[in-house]
């Protein structure tokens, strides 16, 4: 924190001198120079994934989005809240992919004060539908920085120790209108081991800087909209746990989507405890749901924590996508191509690879581009040339059945 301080802002020191990374080659091309740029752009995502550290997989994360005046500018296009809604939406999806037993809600804040979007849950459908629905909303007023963490508080302080508290703000002011003392909430978010992550659209400012340090969160200011989708991807994967996050076994129970349980009289539809409030009108009665094994209380999605008898309930494959955070798929060997006999094929997309450098999985010794070498570790988590082995040496086991 310090470091960066004493090395003070960008526009105070030298100019970057970026265009002296490109270089012509012998026929005058550049093209050499910016495939090796997207490349090390690209190789930069794998290298900032630190092992061996401890995850909070069962993450609860609220997304706060300023809807003031000063989202209303248009360095973003269309408007800095147009272009914010569209990314967003990309980051649920792949925030619920990534994260299956996790669990997201929406904020807003506008006019000085802090509304509640969606509730914790589930559901990216929801939260993508109730955003879209910010489209129509007028920019009004100032945000409420403070108001807006007190209403995360409300939700996350319930939530159970061994599980990941996260905030991220996508703030588009330069200011933040509290009515009280916001020093007081933020030590109140370090002593719930709340997570606060802010992404700034405008410029630095100091509140939201002190906010990021004290919780242990991050803060950065956007450069365009490429970097602002970098930084909102950078909140997908899991955070390392705190120390203050407690260790414990987890009782979860496995439901079944299922007709409701008496299946001898006429189907009925019933309302689901998520919907139990009233304040989703109708919404809430359907024949079919998620029943707790344990309590038989009936429930729309998944995971979500029983409010009758308090079991955490998830679906099983969604379990199991979780396992690559435990233990994920260690990075392929980097090669350079002059180094190989001939010329390499990747074995994933069968396509010849025309880059300076191959990617090389040490336990199977397969080749992979970098395209593939990126998806595989970001979204498959598995080796193809593994699994195929793996599914080779299966077959070979089972006897033939003539």
Known sequence: MADEEEKGYRWETEYEKTWEALIEDDSG???ASVDDIIQKAKKRKLLEKIGNIRLGMMRHLF??????SSMNDQDLKPTRLLSSIKLCEKFIEEYFDQNPISQLGILTTRNKRAEKLTELGGNPRRHITALQGLEERACQGEPSLQNSMELAIQ????????????????????????P??????????????????????????????????????????ILDETHFKDLLYQHVSPPPATSNTESSLIRMGFPHHTLNADRDREEKPS??????DGKSGSQGFSNSGYF?????????ELPIECKACGLTLVSAPHLARSYHHLFPLPSFKETPVSDLSANPKCYSCQVQITEQ??????????????????????????????SSFRATQLQSQIPMIT
């Open 271 to 276: 309302m689901c405890m998520c919907h139990a």
């Open 180 to 221: 009280g003392d916001i020093d007081a909430t933020i030590k109140t978010l370090e002593e719930l081991n709340v997570r606060c992550s802010v992404i700034g659209l405008a410029a630095e400012v100091r509140v939201c800087k002190k906010l990021c340090h004290n919780t242990q969160g991050k803060y950065n200011v």
């Open 63 to 68: 997304l706060i989005i300023d809807m003031s």
């Open 357 to 386: 450098n191959v990617y090389t999985c040490e336990s199977c010794c397969q080749l992979f581009c970098l395209d593939c070498d990126l998806f595989i570790h970001e979204t498959l988590h598995s080796c193809p040339g593994c």
């Open 155 to 178: 939700t996350l302080k319930h939530m159970p120790g061994h599980a990941s508290r996260e905030v991220l703000v996508i703030l588009g002011s330069l200011s933040t209108c509290d």
């Open 29 to 31: 091309s550049l093209q």
């Open 292 to 300: 707790c094994p344990q309590c038989k209380s009936k429930y729309c």
